[in-house]
């Protein structure tokens, strides 16, 4: 059990052009989802809290236009790259939390996004 | 809040040999510390977890130890493999959201 699916795994765009992420708890319900970003050699850097029925809170630094995040079901938060440049590229994964206990995070399997 | 130091950064060692990995945090409340094993391009596996009350935790060839008076942990691996190269991450409860935060990371290369 617990599987997060997160689509696509890898997207190519033009810089200018919007990319949308998907991120799915596939057999559970997540009030709480995390997006983070990971460059080449380097750790997952939260970017937001996806939170159902809510605002996500961003962290400090992380353009909230830049990066809309939607959580609109309990299985389902989306993160889209507005307006992509070369500097997004970038690996993005995405964890589902069970619960409110840090012990049950689940992550997805990432999407490389690579803006020409 | 919570503040997690990872060393070493790279670590190569030859099969069948032991690697060690540490891991320091900050906040004397944090009570979970699991690790992940990250390939390239893929998602973070938990490899093992521990919580704050207990001191040592195994499975099979991978361990993690804790001391709470020092606020670190340890990962360690006996007779490494080649399969077991990628990088190592350990983590610890953080942030006002309920999440992990994350070590900086170790590439662990086992050479045959």
């Known amino acids: 059990g617990a599987v997060v699916s997160q689509h696509p795994s890898w997207v190519i765009c033009k810089s200018g052009t919007s990319v949308k992420i998907e991120c799915r708890s596939l057999d559970f319900q997540a009030t709480t989802m995390f997006w983070y970003r990971q460059f080449p050699k380097q750790s997952l850097m939260l970017m937001a809290t996806s939170n159902e029925g809510s605002k996500a809170t961003y962290e400090q630094g992380v353009e909230k236009d830049k990066f809309l995040i939607n959580h609109a079901s309990l299985t389902l938060s989306t993160l889209t790259v507005t307006s992509a440049h070369p500097e997004d590229s970038s690996f993005y994964i995405c964890?589902?939390?069970?619960?409110?206990?840090?012990?049950?995070?689940?992550f997805g399997s990432g999407t490389q996004l690579s803006v020409l | 809040g919570e503040n997690v130091e990872q060393h070493p950064s790279t670590l190569s060692v030859q099969e069948g040999d032991s690697a060690v990995i540490k891991c320091t945090y900050s906040d004397s409340a944090s009570n979970y510390f699991p690790w992940y094993k990250q390939e390239l391009g893929k998602r973070p596996q938990l490899i093992i977890d521990i919580r704050s009350n207990v001191g040592e935790k195994k499975d099979q060839r991978i361990a993690v130890t804790l001391n709470k008076t020092a606020k670190h942990f340890s990962l360690h691996i006996t007779e490494t493999q080649p399969e077991d190269s990628a990088v190592y991450f350990c983590?610890?409860?953080?942030?006002?959201?309920?999440?992990?935060?994350f070590g900086k990371g170790t590439k662990l290369s086992v050479k045959p």
């Open positions: 983590a610890a409860p953080g942030g006002s959201q309920g999440n992990l935060i």
């Open positions: 964890s589902a939390r069970r619960g409110t206990n840090v012990e049950k995070l689940f």
